[in-house]
């Protein structure tokens, strides 16, 4: 098991600048990857960045204003966010693939956060 808790959303206006924040605890060394997802209202969640194994993507939204981070030391994962923008506007998820046993077969599973909401909005 691992336990993901987000941290950091809030209010902002267009142009400013946010930090989230994932401590992660539990199963640390069984983390493939973790990564941020977003979820806006009546959209489906979608992939915001990723980092495994030190390499990072991001998706084409994004690119250029956010930057994922790991913080091993700490086991928490961050997402600097900056130049945001009213599409920004979503509930940002934390998430983290773990590896595991199902059924005797290595699997993963994919492990979330509750979520922190990010508001952009003059």
């Known amino acids: 098991q691992v336990q993901l808790v987000e941290s950091g959303g809030g209010l902002v206006q267009p142009g400013e600048s946010l930090r989230l924040s994932c401590a992660a605890s539990?199963?640390?060394?069984?983390?493939?990857?973790m990564g941020w997802y977003r979820q806006a209202p009546g959209k489906e969640r979608e992939l915001v960045a990723r980092?495994?194994?030190?390499?990072?993507d991001y998706t084409d939204s994004v690119k250029g204003r956010f930057t994922i981070f790991e913080n091993n030391a700490k086991n928490t994962l961050y997402l600097i966010m900056n130049s945001l923008k009213p599409e920004d506007t979503a509930v940002y998820y934390c998430?983290?693939?773990?590896?595991?046993?199902?059924?005797?077969?290595?699997?993963?599973?994919?492990?979330w956060g509750q979520g922190t909401q990010v508001t952009v909005s003059p």
């Open positions: 980092v495994t194994g030190g390499s990072t």
């Open positions: 998430n983290a693939d773990v590896r595991g046993w199902r059924n005797g077969v290595p699997s993963t599973f994919a492990f």
């Open positions: 539990g199963r640390i060394s069984d983390i493939n990857g």
